[in-house]
């Protein structure tokens, strides 16, 4: 079982920075492959980046270059650090872990507000 935490969420001006943190608790988490998805009022919840338990990266099309994933196992901590944020990036943040093969974890964080605003 993983706990997942996510803070750093807020209101933020068009252009602007804030990084997300997610700590998890209760496994071993370097073996789990890490997600950030976020959902917008009246949208289906989708993919933003994600970071695998080796390390490797993915992005969504509308956040490439301007979002960065990273993980400190150290730390049992995932980060998506945001940059130059738009009025579209409103949503709320979710954090993911997951693991497959025989038996299947898949575990979410409550989620956290991002809201881009002038």
Same mark, same amino acid.
């Given at each position: 079982?993983?706990?997942?935490?996510?803070?750093?969420?807020?209101?933020?001006?068009?252009?602007?920075?804030?990084?997300?943190?997610?700590?998890?608790?209760?496994?071993?988490?370097? +073996?789990?492959?890490?997600?950030?998805?976020?959902?917008?009022?009246? =949208?289906?919840?989708?993919?933003?980046?994600?970071?695998?338990?080796?390390?490797?990266?993915?992005?969504?099309?509308?956040? =490439?270059?301007?979002?960065? +994933?990273?993980?400190?196992?150290? =730390?049992?901590?995932?980060?998506?650090?945001?940059?130059?944020? =738009?009025?579209?990036?409103?949503?709320?943040?979710?954090?993911?872990?997951?693991?497959?093969?025989?038996?299947?974890?898949?575990?979410?964080?409550?989620?956290?507000?991002?809201?881009?605003?002038?």
């Amino acid at each position: 079982q993983v706990q997942l935490v996510e803070s750093g969420g807020g209101l933020v001006q068009p252009g602007g920075s804030l990084r997300l943190s997610c700590a998890a608790v209760g496994s071993i988490f370097s +073996i789990y492959h890490m997600g950030w998805y976020r959902q917008a009022p009246g =949208k289906q919840r989708e993919l933003v980046a994600r970071i695998t338990s080796g390390g490797s990266t993915n992005y969504a099309d509308a956040v =490439k270059g301007r979002f960065t +994933i990273s993980r400190d196992n150290a =730390k049992n901590t995932v980060y998506l650090q945001m940059n130059s944020l =738009k009025p579209e990036d409103t949503a709320v943040y979710y954090c993911n872990a997951f693991r497959g093969g025989a038996i299947v974890h898949d575990y979410w964080g409550q989620g956290t507000q991002v809201t881009v605003s002038s």
